[in-house]
Structures are given as structure tokens and as C-alpha cells.
């Protein structure tokens, strides 16, 4: 199984580190060949979200897809979702670390700090503005992938440093999790 993709800017490249720009038009040739790309390269990397800023585009683009992967067994099934100019709302102050990873980091993990419930606002594939409700693992995708967006990598949110641990040992960690 693939866990990164060359095709994703990794760790140091510039444009993970801006502030990516609106979309105007949801139907232009260059944003649908973007959302492609970003769909093709979530797919083969098995990844449950990934930002334009990641496939080198500097748009307000998301896409949410949990669902159980090796990296996350227990991610409950979403549709992937194209967000377009996505934007979100706290619904509880109450926040939960929670293990994430990165298709532009590979093989490091760590506990992040997240908000458990938000609203969320984003333009869809037809240009039609919608609101959706998340909480837990959903809404961390979101929020790790709006923070994307604005310059920000899940590392930048941690707490202790003592909370950031390779692939590796999350397997194994998770492996004794699983074994009661």
C-alpha cells in the first residue's frame, strides 16, 4: 500500500506554508482538473482527505473521504466530498487530541489537539452553497485539511512534542490497542 504520493508537496515546499485563494468559478477547467488530481492521489495513497495546496495548487479546494484504512481502522464511511471555499464554525469549545498524519509528511504521526463538533460551509461541484454539521473523526479531517488551506500543517498544532511518534510506532501502538 501506498502512504504518500510524489506527486504531493511534502514537507518544506512553499506552498504548503500560504494562504491559498478563493475559487471564483467552481466549473473552471483548471479547478475540475485540480479536483481530479486531488481525488486520484487520495485514492491511490488510501488517505481520508487531502487540499489543493497539497497537489501544488494554491486554491480553497478540500476533499473529505473517511472511511476504514489501515492507517484508520475505525473511521466511520462518508461519501468523499469536494468542499469548495470551505469555512467552519465551532459548535463546542471542547477539544480531543486524536492521531493524525499527513500524505505531505510521511511517516509521522501525532496526537492533535481538535475541536469535536463544528459546523461546516462550502460550495459543492454545482456551485451551490451548503451547510453540514461534523463531529469526530470527520470533523478532524476537516479542520486538518482547512488548516491546510491557510499555511498551517498538523505539527504546528501540537502541544508536546512528546506527542509526535513515527508510522512505525503508531502501528504498533495501535496494534496493542486492538489486542485489548
Known sequence: MLLTDTRCAQLGAKILRQHAM???????????????????????????????????????????????TKRYPYAPLMAPTVMINPSFQVLSDTKEKGWEGCLSIPAIRALVPRYQAITTQYTDLQGILRTLNLDGFVARIFQHECDHLDGKLFLDRVEDNGDIISESEYYKLTAKLSAG
Open 22 to 68: 478563493a475559487v471564483d468559478d467552481v466549473h473552471a477547467t483548471d479547478i475540475r482538473q485540480t479536483i481530479d488530481i486531488m481525488q486520484q492521489i487520495m485514492m491511490d495513497t488510501h488517505g481520508v482527505g487531502i487540499a489543493a495546496p497539497q497537489v501544488n495548487v494554491s486554491k480553497r479546494i478540500i476533499i473529505v473521504a473517511s472511511r476504514p
